[in-house]
């Protein structure tokens, strides 16, 4: 993403209410996500009472008697730099492929789009469960990985659709009858006009990714078991449901806010592009 | 004015202007068209034609609102209606022929069954009736009546037969006006010609007041009786066709003819300088004051009025009657000499060129002398922008031999050295396409300067200035994006990119055909410098025949991928001896 393309698109944010909207919530819960931990009443491995009551904090205590509230704040950091990591490995692979395949053209588009699609056959999270049952305890670099490239084949598609109208524009032969080399021309010339539409993919991406982030720790693929993740929180709480439903609503609710938020900006995103970002 | 009641109908006062501001799209619109005449209605883009034409029908596109004027048709002011009362007199007594009628017509829908709607809609006749009327219409504009016909889909139809359609179904409900806006804009001439003659005969015979809304006005001299020249909203001149071509009184009108190319003799176009203002930026006074050669400072203060200039002809200009008389002559030019020595740069021998297992183009042979303009003209589908994409290395798929300057050019861009792709540029015909919308202008120019070593940084820079110049563009332009240029502008900004790469010779495909006249006109007087003051030779592709006469040396005549005949221009144009040729010079409208 190019910094003008970010630029251009903040002067506009006044008159989209929706790219707004979304921009807001998703940065709220990136802040809290990230300054969260120091504003913590308590330790997120401290124990503030017996499990499953009201003690603590407003939002009582977890099958461990730890503070729900402050695990709350203090399990955003890593779904937010996984997801994120994520979502821009994912992006930066599936818009490699998919311009060089549009760009190419012909038999090379074919073959990679083909390969692209039996990668997008696989259901996004069965890949990654795959890999990681076969290990004992995943790091986190591993999680990124694997939920990068399962975005991958994805925006390739997306990547592919735009810049097929984009490299059949005369600004594109004009470049390659000058004999501009391949590489600038996508550089230069095809992908600054991708901005707004790939922008928008990565909004959406970003959604799925901290979908998939928190489904991974809610089935136990966690890096580290003690610590606090929003993912893992309903999981190890979730047998309490009835008794204390906070342990499992709070992560819920700041995950559906989360993905609430990116979707929304990457609609506004798209809105805009719809309409033409000269 | 007099209007016959229920005859024609009078367009009086009319003012359209932005909803919610008082910025107005057309204003003082005066206009009386009577049965069995065809008014062409011309102007350039942005000068407010469409918006006039289409408050005939009592209707003002979205963002835009009727304010004041009256419309009398038949005894009642349309305008003044409701919308329930509007609706059935549009289509059947006042009727509507798109731009674009492979827009209006539905895909999915036979095309006698589209026409048979049509008169269901309006509940004409009972079912045999209807068929028989379609059948009835379809012949009326030369098309077959069969069932083999009517069971067409659109898309199986040509351009010009899905015209005459929509021709068809304008004329069917009898209506008694007729409004066209634009309708042949995108055919190729011979049926353009066909559509034009079509129209003028339904009108006659049906005595239909027609508006013919163009931005042509060559088109408008072989079919309109009188014609209204429009200009930043106002009808700015209005007179029979005759009087207006030989004798204009505005000076706008005058600069527009000045612009454009006859087929009958070379001329020297001038543009006019500036561009037309669109609604809000218009300036006061007389519109044209900052753009018009008479210009007095009265001119700048207050709002001309029509001034009579003769029987049926008015003008709004404050100087009509001081300014001279015009001559259709002025900006002759003599051909060039057939007989000069030739230095030849380009030689193209046994062009086939095909794409996929299709062969388009069938051995072609021409060539392109040093500081020579030659022109390469045909119909849509001929292969004349083909042949112009495998000299400027934009198509690889191609036999024969194509040599410049003694040495055999190869297929594709990558496939010729820096110097062949330094020395041959290429223009495209779509100026809102060929530059790119992310780069500032400077960068664009700058760039074949950086690839090909000319100069880099402040130079370029500097160089780059020069170059605008070159084709009157000023130093402001530099930092701005392409976005904030009129289609004329970007078309020079393109020019001055190809000159950056200091060219031998420049493959010009279509370039003037997405601008307007006064714009295209001043494009050819730049081109015409650039020849002269640099020696450069260029390829020329267009449909135009007239604007060859006036920019070219030679010409090469183009059908169905074979060339048909090729010479000096004078010799082509004025004793053409093959049959296609003819016809095409037949087909083409021409002022004089």
Not at chain 2, 176 to 181: A, N
Not at chain 2, 260 to 266: D, E, G, K, V
Not at chain 2, 570 to 591: F, K
């Given at each position: 993403?190019?910094?003008m393309?970010?630029a251009s698109?903040?002067?506009?944010?006044?008159?989209?209410?929706?790219?707004?909207?979304?921009?807001v919530?998703?940065?709220?819960?990136?802040?809290?996500?990230?300054?969260?931990?120091?504003?913590?009443?308590?330790?997120?491995?401290?124990?503030?009472?017996?499990?499953?009551t009201?003690?603590?904090?407003?939002?009582?205590?977890?099958?461990?008697?730890?503070?729900v509230w402050?695990?709350?704040?203090?399990?955003?950091?890593s779904?937010?730099?996984?997801?994120v990591?994520?979502?821009?490995?994912?992006?930066?692979?599936?818009?490699?492929?998919?311009?060089?395949a549009?760009?190419?053209g012909?038999?090379?588009?074919?073959?990679?789009?083909?390969?692209?699609?039996?990668?997008?056959?696989?259901?996004?999270?069965?890949?990654?469960l795959?890999v990681?049952?076969?290990?004992d305890?995943?790091?986190?670099?591993?999680?990124?990985?694997l939920?990068?490239?399962?975005?991958?084949?994805?925006?390739?598609r997306?990547?592919?659709?735009?810049?097929l109208?984009?490299?059949?524009?005369?600004?594109?032969?004009?470049?390659?009858?000058?004999?501009?080399?391949?590489?600038?021309?996508?550089?230069?010339?095809?992908?600054?006009?991708?901005?707004?539409?790939?922008?928008?993919?990565?909004?959406?991406?970003?959604?799925?990714s901290?979908?998939?982030?928190?489904?991974?720790?809610?089935?136990?693929?966690?890096?580290?078991?003690?610590?606090a993740?929003?993912?893992?929180?309903?999981?190890?709480?979730?047998?309490?449901?009835?008794?204390?439903?906070?342990?499992?609503l709070?992560?819920?609710?700041?995950?559906?806010?989360?993905?609430?938020?990116?979707?929304?900006m990457a609609?506004?995103?798209?809105?805009?592009?719809?309409?033409?970002?000269? | 004015?007099?209007?016959?009641a229920?005859?024609?109908?009078?367009?009086?006062?009319?003012?359209?202007?932005?909803?919610?501001?008082?910025?107005?799209?057309?204003?003082?619109?005066?206009?009386?068209?009577?049965?069995?005449?065809?008014v062409?209605?011309?102007?350039?883009?942005?000068?407010?034609?469409t918006t006039?034409?289409?408050?005939?029908?009592?209707?003002?596109?979205?963002?835009?609102?009727?304010?004041?004027?009256?419309l009398?048709?038949?005894?009642?002011?349309v305008?003044?209606?409701?919308?329930?009362?509007?609706?059935?007199?549009?289509?059947?007594?006042?009727?509507?022929?798109?731009?674009?009628?492979?827009?209006?017509?539905?895909?999915?829908?036979?095309?006698?069954?589209?026409?048979?709607e049509?008169?269901?809609?309006?509940?004409?006749?009972?079912a045999?009736?209807?068929?028989?009327?379609?059948?009835?219409?379809?012949?009326?504009v030369g098309l077959?009546?069969?069932?083999e016909f009517?069971?067409?889909?659109?898309?199986q139809?040509?351009?010009?037969?899905?015209?005459?359609?929509?021709?068809?179904?304008?004329?069917?409900?009898?209506?008694?006006v007729?409004?066209?806006?634009?309708?042949?804009?995108?055919l190729?001439?011979?049926?353009?010609?066909?559509?034009?003659?079509?129209?003028?005969?339904?009108?006659?015979?049906?005595?239909?007041?027609a508006?013919?809304?163009?931005?042509?006005?060559?088109?408008?001299?072989?079919?309109?009786?009188?014609?209204?020249?429009?200009?930043?909203?106002?009808?700015?001149?209005?007179?029979?066709?005759?009087?207006?071509?030989?004798?204009?009184?505005?000076?706008?009108?005058?600069?527009?003819?000045?612009?454009?190319?006859?087929?009958?003799?070379?001329?020297?176009l001038?543009?006019?300088p500036?561009?037309?203002?669109?609604?809000?930026?218009?300036?006061?006074?007389?519109?044209?004051?900052?753009?018009?050669?008479?210009?007095?400072?009265?001119?700048?203060?207050?709002?001309?009025?029509?001034?009579r200039?003769?029987?049926?002809?008015?003008?709004?200009?404050?100087?009509?009657?001081?300014?001279?008389?015009?001559?259709?002559?002025?900006?002759?030019?003599?051909?060039?000499?057939?007989?000069?020595?030739?230095?030849?740069?380009?030689?193209?021998?046994?062009?086939?060129?095909?794409?996929?297992r299709?062969?388009v183009?069938?051995?072609?042979?021409?060539?392109?002398?040093?500081?020579?303009?030659?022109?390469?003209?045909?119909?849509?589908?001929?292969?004349?922008?083909t042949i112009?994409?495998?000299?400027?290395?934009?198509?690889?798929?191609?036999?024969?031999?194509?040599?410049?300057?003694?040495?055999?050019?190869?297929?594709?861009?990558?496939?010729?050295?820096?110097?062949?792709?330094?020395?041959?540029?290429?223009?495209?015909?779509?100026?809102?396409?060929?530059?790119n919308?992310?780069?500032?202008?400077?960068?664009?120019?700058?760039?074949?300067?950086?690839?090909?070593?000319?100069?880099?940084?402040?130079?370029a820079?500097?160089?780059?200035?020069?170059?605008?110049?070159a084709?009157?563009?000023?130093?402001?332009?530099l930092?701005?994006?392409?976005?904030?240029?009129?289609?004329?502008?970007?078309?020079r900004?393109?020019?001055?990119r190809?000159?950056?790469?200091?060219?031998?010779?420049?493959?010009?495909?279509?370039?003037?055909?997405?601008?307007?006249?006064?714009v295209?006109?001043s494009?050819?007087?730049?081109?015409?410098?650039?020849?002269?003051?640099?020696?450069?030779?260029?390829?020329?592709?267009t449909?135009?025949?007239?604007?060859?006469?006036?920019?070219?040396?030679?010409?090469?005549?183009?059908?169905?991928?074979?060339?048909?005949?090729?010479?000096?221009?004078v010799?082509?144009?004025?004793?053409?001896?093959?049959?296609?040729?003819r016809?095409?010079?037949?087909?083409?409208p021409t002022?004089?």
């Amino acid at each position: 993403m190019s910094l003008m393309g970010v630029a251009s698109t903040t002067r506009r944010l006044g008159r989209q209410p929706r790219l707004a909207t979304g921009l807001v919530i998703t940065l709220v819960i990136a802040v809290i996500a990230i300054v969260g931990p120091w504003l913590a009443p308590y330790g997120e491995n401290e124990i503030v009472g017996k499990p499953f009551t009201l003690e603590g904090s407003w939002l009582g205590t977890d099958y461990l008697g730890q503070d729900v509230w402050s695990r709350v704040l203090a399990g955003g950091g890593s779904i937010l730099l996984t997801s994120v990591s994520a979502t821009a490995l994912g992006m930066v692979v599936g818009i490699v492929i998919g311009v060089v395949a549009a760009y190419a053209g012909g038999w090379l588009d074919e073959a990679i789009m083909r390969l692209n699609d039996v990668a997008l056959a696989f259901p996004q999270i069965l890949l990654a469960l795959l890999v990681l049952t076969a290990v004992d305890q995943p790091a986190a670099w591993m999680i990124v990985l694997l939920v990068g490239f399962s975005h991958a084949p994805r925006v390739a598609r997306v990547a592919r659709g735009v810049a097929l109208g984009i490299v059949s524009r005369d600004f594109v032969h004009s470049a390659e009858a000058l004999g501009e080399s391949r590489l600038r021309v996508v550089v230069a010339e095809v992908l600054p006009n991708m901005n707004a539409p790939l922008l928008a993919e990565a909004g959406l991406r970003l959604t799925y990714s901290i979908g998939m982030v928190a489904g991974i720790g809610f089935l136990g693929f966690a890096t580290d078991p003690g610590a606090a993740d929003w993912g893992q929180m309903i999981n190890e709480n979730r047998l309490a449901l009835l008794v204390q439903p906070w342990g499992v609503l709070a992560p819920v609710i700041v995950i559906g806010i989360f993905t609430v938020g990116t979707n929304l900006m990457a609609d506004g995103i798209a809105q805009l592009a719809g309409r033409g970002t000269g | 004015m007099t209007t016959v009641a229920g005859a024609g109908c009078t367009l009086t006062d009319l003012r359209v202007a932005l909803t919610g501001s008082d910025v107005d799209v057309v204003d003082e619109i005066d206009i009386e068209l009577r049965p069995g005449e065809v008014v062409g209605l011309v102007g350039e883009s942005g000068s407010g034609k469409t918006t006039a034409g289409t408050a005939l029908l009592g209707y003002a596109r979205h963002g835009a609102v009727i304010e004041r004027g009256s419309l009398v048709f038949e005894g009642q002011d349309v305008l003044a209606m409701s919308w329930e009362q509007v609706r059935p007199i549009r289509g059947m007594k006042i009727a509507y022929v798109p731009q674009d009628p492979g827009a209006a017509l539905n895909p999915a829908i036979r095309i006698g069954r589209q026409i048979v709607e049509l008169l269901e809609l309006h509940g004409i006749g009972t079912a045999e009736e209807r068929l028989a009327g379609a059948r009835a219409g379809l012949r009326e504009v030369g098309l077959p009546d069969d069932d083999e016909f009517l069971a067409r889909y659109p898309h199986q139809l040509s351009g010009g037969q899905v015209q005459r359609v929509a021709l068809a179904m304008a004329f069917l409900p009898r209506p008694k006006v007729l409004v066209l806006d634009e309708p042949t804009t995108g055919l190729d001439v011979t049926t353009q010609g066909m559509v034009l003659r079509t129209m003028a005969e339904l009108c006659r015979s049906y005595q239909v007041a027609a508006l013919y809304v163009t931005h042509d006005l060559a088109v408008v001299a072989n079919i309109a009786d009188r014609v209204a020249v429009m200009y930043a909203g106002r009808i700015i001149e209005l007179g029979p066709r005759e009087v207006m071509f030989s004798q204009p009184a505005h000076p706008y009108t005058r600069a527009l003819l000045d612009a454009i190319p006859h087929l009958a003799r070379a001329r020297a176009l001038t543009g006019i300088p500036g561009s037309t203002p669109g609604p809000g930026r218009r300036p006061s006074g007389c519109r044209f004051h900052d753009r018009c050669e008479y210009v007095q400072d009265r001119c700048r203060e207050t709002e001309p009025r029509d001034v009579r200039v003769g029987q049926d002809h008015t003008a709004k200009c404050v100087r009509v009657g001081e300014i001279g008389s015009w001559d259709i002559n002025r900006g002759n030019v003599a051909d060039t000499d057939p007989h000069k020595e030739r230095d030849i740069i380009l030689t193209v021998e046994d062009l086939h060129v095909s794409y996929g297992r299709t062969e388009v183009v069938h051995g072609v042979d021409f060539d392109v002398a040093r500081a020579e303009v030659v022109a390469l003209v045909g119909e849509s589908g001929s292969g004349k922008t083909t042949i112009s994409r495998c000299i400027g290395g934009l198509h690889g798929e191609w036999t024969g031999a194509v040599t410049f300057d003694g040495r055999a050019l190869g297929k594709g861009a990558r496939a010729r050295s820096v110097e062949e792709r330094k020395r041959i540029q290429y223009i495209f015909q779509n100026p809102y396409l060929s530059l790119n919308p992310r780069l500032t202008i400077a960068q664009i120019v700058a760039r074949p300067m950086e690839l090909f070593g000319i100069a880099r940084g402040r130079a370029a820079r500097d160089k780059v200035v020069e170059l605008l110049e070159a084709v009157a563009l000023g130093p402001t332009v530099l930092d701005l994006r392409t976005d904030r240029l009129s289609g004329g502008e970007r078309q020079r900004v393109a020019i001055a990119r190809a000159l950056a790469a200091e060219p031998d010779l420049l493959v010009c495909d279509e370039i003037t055909s997405a601008l307007d006249v006064s714009v295209q006109g001043s494009i050819v007087a730049l081109l015409e410098d650039l020849r002269k003051t640099r020696g450069i030779s260029m390829l020329f592709v267009t449909h135009n025949l007239a604007l060859v006469r006036s920019i070219a040396a030679r010409v090469q005549v183009l059908s169905a991928g074979e060339l048909v005949e090729s010479g000096f221009v004078v010799e082509v144009l004025d004793s053409p001896r093959h049959e296609y040729t003819r016809q095409l010079i037949g087909n083409s409208p021409t002022v004089a």
